[in-house]
Structure formats: C-alpha cells, structure tokens
C-alpha cells in the first residue's frame, strides 16, 4: 500500500499567521491521464472530513482562497495564508492513484 | 449543502453481521462513485470498499474481501455495506462518501464489535 507520511503531526499557530503541512508519499501519484491524485481534508472537531483540495491544488467549492496546495511526484504541501479560528481540526492528505486510497495519519491544528 | 445520513451501525458480538445503509435524496447517485471509509482512533482513515456509477465495478481493502459487500439502488438514492462475519478490528465510524460533482460525507455511524 502507498505510504502517506504528513509531518508535522501537531502545529500550533498564531491566529492571522500563516501555516504549512507536508505530505509525502511512498509512490508517484501521477496518472497516466497527467493527472496527480492528491487530496486534502480538513476534520474539525466533532465532524466529518471535508474535502478542501483535490488533484494536488484545486480548491473545493466555498473552500477560502486562503487555502492553497502544490506539490509533484511524491512531495505535496498544503498552506494556509493567514489562519483563522475555523481552521483548528486535523488535516489529512490523501492519496488516489493507487488502490488501496489511503491517508496520511493526519496534522492538529490548534491556535496558539 | 447536500448530506448523507448513515444507519445501521451498532454494538455486535465477534462474528455477527450487520448492514449499513446511506441515503441522500438530493444528491445523483448513477452519476457518482461511492466509498465507505471507515475511521478508529488507531489506524486513522481506512478505505474500506468502493463502487462505481452503475455498481459494476467494486473494490474492497483486503483486510474485508469476502466478508463485506458493497452496494448501490441508484434508484433508491442509497447505499449499502453488507458485513459479515464481524471482527473487533472492524470497530470503527463508518462514513458514507460520494465522489460526484462535489465531494461530500455523511456524518457516520459508529459500529462496535466486542463479546
């Protein structure tokens, strides 16, 4: 199985500072369609997960632009310009060019 | 926004079975994959099994192959997660997720397996 390895595992961040969570994966994720199958959710406390990216950088619908990802290969890195109190939950990354998907073990955000 | 709403999850004893079912009236399910991931304090988030628009084509992680099912009434709007012989590994939230348009979960349905 592909390995997603998220580092780090706990950030605490000022509020209106920026943020950044990397996510590295045991196998290229690039397919054959050019397309590179990297996600990203955010589970805030007590809910489900929510998909905020997907194909390493595009943003969900209603996801704030503050959110942004990049990355290629293996190496893929999701920023938050200026965090807010509604970012604190965990992040995880996921991979979906390889079955099974998986997921990265996930990144606390809490507010300093 | 569209929501999920999983049902059937439960306390089972080592060895029984049970069915999750997943319904969401507005959203298009012939048009859409379908997942159930489950999630336990311990290993994270698991893709557990998936199925395509029409349900022909399922895949299943290889710690369920043989014991769980999945499957979909695209008429019905819903989606279901057959499990049998139940294991207190398979303890987890089990989320309902549909992969169309847009991405969306339900809110879970915790299933416990203990004797």
């Known amino acids: 199985d592909v390995v997603m390895t998220q580092s780090p595992l706990s950030l605490s961040v000022t509020l209106g500072q920026p943020a950044s969570i990397s996510c590295r994966s045991s196998?290229?994720?690039?397919?054959?369609?050019?397309?590179?199958?990297v996600s990203w959710f955010l589970q805030r406390p007590g809910q489900s997960p929510r998909r905020l990216i997907y194909n390493v950088s595009n943003r969900d619908s209603g996801v704030p632009d503050r959110f942004s990802a990049s990355g290629s290969g293996t190496d893929f890195t999701l920023k938050i310009s200026r965090v807010e109190a509604e970012d604190v939950g965990l992040y995880y990354c996921m991979q979906y060019r390889h079955w099974p998907h998986t997921f990265g073990q996930g990144t606390k955000v809490e507010i300093k | 926004e569209e929501q999920l709403v999983e049902s059937g999850g439960g306390l089972v004893q080592p060895g029984e079975s049970l069915r999750l079912s997943c319904a969401a009236p507005g959203l298009t399910y012939h048009n859409s994959w379908m997942s159930w991931i489950r999630q336990t304090p311990g290993k994270g988030l698991e893709w557990v099994a998936h199925?395509?628009?029409?349900?022909?084509?399922?895949y299943y992680v290889d710690s369920v192959k043989g014991r769980f099912s999945i499957s979909k009434d695209n008429a019905k709007n819903s989606l279901y997660l057959q499990m049998n012989s139940l294991g207190v590994e398979d303890t987890a939230v089990y989320y309902c997720?549909?992969?169309?348009?847009?991405?969306?979960w339900g809110l879970g349905t915790l299933v416990t397996v203990s004797s």
């Open positions: 196998q290229s994720l690039v397919h054959s369609n050019g397309d590179t199958c």
């Open positions: 199925t395509n628009q029409d349900g022909s084509y399922k």
């Open positions: 997720v549909y992969w169309g348009e847009a991405n969306y």
